[in-house]
């Protein structure tokens, strides 16, 4: 029989018979966080030191509980599978803060990119309110002008002297528009 007549080809692999275990990194990486924080608590220490000194003191006083003798192997494989497993989770955590201070370097970066050129816009339109500020009329050179205007005026309207003013009108002349 050969093998399209069984229906399964060998240039195709099989599928669906291995088991796949798949874990989400993050929530690895959110628990090895958790219990790398607590190991470095003083709280963790205290009760490490506790069930240190509960275990030696039961292996050398309780003589029919002795279930590790005096080495305390069973002890040291316990702090080495401890170690063993602490490492990894450790540098693990540290890797997660490590990638999270990128991220808000690189947002610490653009914002302060954004401020610079923000900053900069400020700086222009400023530059440009105080060139119009400069072209503009101020307060005291238009009192000045309305000044000498107003001593202008009054100079041409004064009576004087000379038969003529600048309309070619005289002082009792009827078309002189003050009658």
Sequence with gaps: MSP????RRLDTPRQGRRFSFNLDSDVVGVYAERIARFLGTGRYLAIQTVIVIVWIALNLVAVSWRWDPYPFILLNLAFSTQAAYAAPLILLAQNRQENRDKVSLDEDRMRAAQTKA????????????????????????????????????TERLSPTDDADD????????SRDPDK
Excluded: C, H, I, N
Aim: no cysteine.
């Design 118 to 153: 923000d900053t900069e816009f400020l700086a222009r339109e400023l530059a440009a309110v105080r060139l119009a500020v400069g072209d503009t009329v101020t307060r005291d050179y238009l009192r000045r002008e309305l000044d000498d205007l107003l001593t202008e005026l």
């Design 4 to 7: 399209e007549q069984s229906g």
């Design 166 to 173: 600048e309309f070619g009108l005289r002082p009792g002349d």
